[in-house]
């Protein structure tokens, strides 16, 4: 089922669908096909962190919202 | 920033027997270049402390080169003021590049350099943060990597100088191998065969590849240091942890500093300045020279009292804590916790980074908002930093100031700046145009700082202190004795009165602070420890510092980095707002004290 990064379930292992064209996204290794886990997300409008091979990374709200994932069996 | 030799100049591009050091951010890079060079430049523990490039020299089997200190890179396609100087140094035809992979997170670093190697430059590898990668519990097969990607490798750990030696043999071994043949491209402005000729997910899909063949994940428990930087991380307790380590941060500051005041520098001033006292009334000197020199506001009296004694002990402690604090990496996870504060302000939870930057001091952290990627961030963190954020000087001598007072007003005093900060990010970013780009940012492991590294840093930060503040801070002294001793303040004081004494409610004689805090912004406090204010003038006086002109050195950075009409904006608006708001507070508690 898809989802946006920012609603996302914490905890789990999803595939990557469509990231909006920004290229510190590309850049940093989101693109579409990874497999990234969704570890945090911060209320009152904050970011969400996943981690991403041996990388943890933040992503602001409006940004995460945009990115469409698909969960993975683990 | 002088002694940093931080370049500029355009010219740097054309110089010849370039060696770049390139890698992703937050590698240790600028922990090589210290280390090769001699020159000392600031590393931390989070992606983007060095912002532009640097240059030194570097020996390498007997003939010299220059090194540059390129800032870090995600990909070599620009997408940040920082990251385009790391493009135009790999199109500036460099003789070799030493790239510093992160072990930590090798898949990263082997999708940059493969996109490096593509440029047809020699290329060493060094395999830095091994130590790390080891405490995770990773085995990397070095000679695979080095076979895969075509170049020599050699495992380091910078900090600790761990695979120095090797890295100049390497190097030495591959200019070796340039001089039998000619360089491949002797301009590269006029080819288009290197760089960018694959797409980036190309360079990913074969990084992930060699990254699955070299690393061997042999799983490790978590260590204390790993778990305790993702519960940093987390909502709860990361929010919790965060705010202890902020009071606890400043609870050394505010308190040891104190401490090292009154046990330590204020005995030793006094010292000092009773032994002036004595060698001058030896002399038979006229009365207004014996003034200017140890007077009240004489110059052998108030360097010491408020430079020494006043400033220094809190510089010494906020330079302690700071670099913990940077290397460590715990200012990122902040940056990521409080993001949503700071989105409502109008900015993310990044620029955090570069407004802490500013409790030191506002240059660095004017440079520092290079990394933000749009021009109105750059100019929105630049107005908090110049109007609301006091650098340490400053708060050294407001702490001096109002908390032998009351620990109450020092509270009062930081509250109405906490209240200008929120209003002026809120005002700047209704009013500039463009926009605010959401946060995107990699968090990086905890460490814990090396302990030599990290006293050097402190070093480094106080002697740089030393040598930028003093000139300017002795300028202040000088122009404030011959002021106060001559008799001069009095016709200034005359001039300033309506404002000084009508609007502000303050003694004539705290021109001084208005003339002095141009020039530094501790200036502006000093002269009111004298003057015996009551608890309403101490307010008024302390607000009116606390918003007034950030500083000639600031003013420099900002004509610099801008354009002068931002640094005069920034001046005029300091300037107006301190008065008005120092006058408004003023009279409005005046009021409320006449009703009740």
Redesign the interface.
């Given at each position: 089922m898809e989802k946006t990064l920012y609603s996302a379930e914490n905890g789990k292992i999803y595939k990557v669908l469509r990231v909006p064209k920004?290229?510190?996204?590309?850049?940093?290794?989101i693109?579409k096909n990874v497999t990234i886990k969704k570890?945090?997300?911060?209320?009152?409008?904050?970011?969400v962190?996943i981690s991403l091979?041996?990388?943890?990374?933040?992503?602001?709200?409006?940004?995460a919202s945009k990115i469409l994932v698909e969960e993975v069996e683990a | 920033m002088s002694c940093h030799e931080l370049l500029e100049d355009k010219k740097i591009l054309k110089i010849d027997n370039k060696i770049l050091i390139m890698g992703p951010p937050n590698v240790g890079k600028s922990v090589f270049f210290s280390g090769f060079t001699n020159i000392h430049v600031m590393s931390s523990n989070y992606a983007g402390t060095t912002v532009s490039y640097m240059k030194g020299d570097y020996t390498v089997d007997g003939g010299r080169y220059s090194l540059i200190d390129v800032p870090g890179?995600?990909?070599l396609?620009a997408?940040s003021e920082a990251e385009a100087v790391a493009v135009q140094f790999m199109n500036s035809n460099p003789l070799a590049v030493l790239f510093v992979f992160n072990a930590?997170?090798?898949?990263?670093s082997i999708?940059l350099a493969l996109e490096v190697l593509d440029y047809g430059i020699p290329v060493v590898g060094a395999l830095n943060l091994s130590d790390v990668a080891q405490r995770?519990g990773?085995q990397i097969n070095v000679s695979l990597l080095e076979k895969e990607l075509g170049m020599p490798i050699v495992t380091t750990v910078a900090v600790k100088r761990i695979g120095f030696s090797e890295i100049t043999k390497e190097l030495g071994e591959e200019i070796k191998k340039i001089g039998d043949k000619q360089t491949a491209c002797p301009d590269c402005s006029k080819c288009s065969g290197c760089g960018n000729s694959k797409k980036?997910?190309d360079y990913?899909e074969r990084a992930k590849e060699i990254?699955a063949r070299v690393v061997k994940d042999i799983n490790k428990k978590p260590s204390k240091l790993d778990k305790f930087g993702d519960a940093l991380?987390?909502?709860w307790p990361g929010i919790l942890l965060a705010i202890l380590i902020i009071l606890v941060s400043l609870g050394i500051v505010v308190g040891a500093g104190k401490a090292l005041r009154a046990v330590i520098l204020l005995p030793f001033v006094n010292f000092i300045v009773e032994m002036f006292e004595k060698l001058f009334s030896n002399f038979n000197m006229p009365e207004i020279l014996h003034n200017v020199l140890i007077g009240n506001y004489g110059i052998f009296r108030i360097s010491f009292e408020w430079i020494l004694a006043l400033v220094m002990p809190y510089v010494i402690l906020f330079q302690l804590v700071f670099s913990f604090l940077e290397d460590s990496g715990i200012l990122p996870r902040m940056?990521?916790?409080f993001?949503?504060?700071m989105?409502?302000l109008g900015v993310?939870?990044g620029s955090l980074i570069n407004i802490m930057l500013g409790f030191g001091c506002a240059v660095p952290a004017i440079i520092g908002t290079r990394t933000a990627?749009t021009r109105k961030e750059r100019l929105i963190v630049t107005s908090i930093v110049c109007f609301s954020v006091p650098c340490i000087s400053q708060t050294g001598a407001l702490i001096s100031l109002l908390s032998d007072f009351s620990f109450f007003m020092l509270l009062a005093v930081f509250a109405t700046g906490a209240a200008v900060f929120v209003l002026v990010s809120i005002i700047t970013s209704k009013i500039l145009k463009g926009k605010v780009?959401?946060?995107?940012?990699?968090?990086p492991n905890l460490l814990m700082p090396d302990r030599r590294t990290y006293f050097k840093k402190f070093f480094v930060r106080v002697k740089q202190f030393l040598m930028e503040a003093e000139g300017p801070m002795l300028i202040a002294v000088f122009l404030a004795a011959l002021l106060a001793e001559t008799g001069l303040l009095d016709n200034a004081s005359e001039v300033l009165k309506p404002v000084v004494s009508g609007w502000l409610g303050l003694p004539p004689e705290a021109a001084l602070s208005l003339i002095l805090g141009i020039i530094r912004r501790e200036m502006s406090v000093a002269p009111l420890l004298e003057m015996n204010l009551s608890a309403l003038q101490m307010y008024v006086g302390a607000v009116v510092s606390l918003l007034y002109i950030p500083c000639l050195s600031v003013f420099g950075i900002l004509a610099k980095e801008f354009r002068t009409r931002v640094a005069v904006a920034i001046v005029v608006g300091t300037t107006v707002s301190a008065i008005l708001l120092g006058g408004i507070l003023n009279h409005v508690i005046l009021f409320i004290q006449s009703i009740f």
């Open positions: 920004i290229e510190l996204l590309s850049s940093i290794g693109f570890e945090n997300s911060y209320r009152l409008g904050g970011p962190s091979n041996t990388r943890k990374i933040a992503i602001g709200k409006e940004i | 890179t995600y990909s396609s997408t930590a997170d090798l898949e990263g999708k995770q990773k980036i997910l990913w990254n991380l987390k909502p940056a990521v916790l993001d949503n504060i989105r409502k993310q939870g990627t780009d959401p946060l995107v940012i990699e968090i």
